[in-house]
T-cell receptor, first 116, second 114 residues
Framework: NAGVTQTPKFQVLKTGQSMTLQCAQDMNHNSMYWYRQDPGMGLRLIYYSASEGTTDKGEVPNGYNVSRLNKREFSLRLESAAPSQTSVYFCASSEDIRASGSNEQFFGPGTRLTVL | AQSVTQLDSQVPVFEEAPVELRCNYS??????LFWYVQYPNQGLQLLLK??????LVKGINGFEAEFNKSQTSFHLRKPSVHISDTAEYFC????????????FGTGTRLTIIP
């Protein structure tokens, strides 16, 4: 199993450009998440999706949009990139807590984004 | 809502010495607790988790953690570290009720000195 995959691994954008980060999981998980990781700030939740067809804002949603395309895929879009969005972005997934007994999340390898 | 505090942002330790990485949490309800490890340029992977039962939890790579409800702590320990333990370690908490999100600490960078 591949687990959680993310594309691309690296990306450099100019201010104002747009792009979409892709994420897919093959574990049949209901919940998926997008985080950003910045030095000294840990992981901050951008958006999450508790099930196919639903999305909710996390701690830092401004400047981002998401799409839960189907159960496997959850994409993150930057419509007009800003230097403050320079970060490492992680996608994660988890099974329903009632089925798994916990909220253990499985993470992708990350996308390193630089906005100039 | 829950919160997590990792007081030590960086911990240098000599190889083969013991280490303790501290984690304190705050919550008004019962919690599940996790430790994740992030090796350089990689994603996060689960080290161990506490859901219920025994307060001493053993994880991968010789790590263990002890849940202390009265002190609201979940400190991570290893009796003898190796160079390969150099990584960033994140403590995380979630409510034990419903599909709550994980709240992460700010991380502790463990550096092993040869």
């Amino acid at each position: 199993n591949a687990g959680v995959t993310q594309t691309p691994k690296f990306q450099v954008l100019k201010t104002g450009q747009s792009m979409t980060l892709q994420c897919a999981q093959d574990m049949n998980h209901n919940s998926m998440y997008w985080y950003r990781q910045d030095p000294g700030m840990g992981l901050r939740l951008i958006y999450y999706s508790a099930s196919e067809g639903t999305t909710d804002k996390g701690e830092v949603p401004n400047g981002y949009n998401v799409s839960r395309l189907n159960k496997r895929e959850f994409s993150l879009r930057l419509e007009s990139a800003a230097p403050s969005q320079t970060s490492v972005y992680f996608c994660a997934s988890s099974e329903d807590i009632r089925a798994s007994g916990s909220n253990e999340q499985f993470f992708g390898p990350g996308t390193r984004l630089t906005v100039l | 809502a829950q919160s997590v505090t990792q007081l030590d942002s960086q911990v240098p330790v000599f190889e083969e010495a013991p280490v303790e990485l501290r984690c304190n949490y705050s919550s008004s309800v019962s919690v599940y607790l996790f430790w994740y490890v992030q090796y350089p340029n990689q994603g996060l992977q689960l080290l161990l988790k506490y859901l219920s039962g025994s307060t001493l939890v053993k994880g991968i790579n010789g790590f263990e953690a002890e849940f202390n409800k009265s002190q609201t702590s979940f400190h991570l320990r290893k009796p003898s570290v190796h160079i390969s333990d150099t990584a960033e370690y994140f403590c995380a908490v979630t409510s034990a009720f419903g599909n709550e999100k994980l709240t992460f600490g700010t991380g502790t960078r463990l550096t092993i000195i040869p």
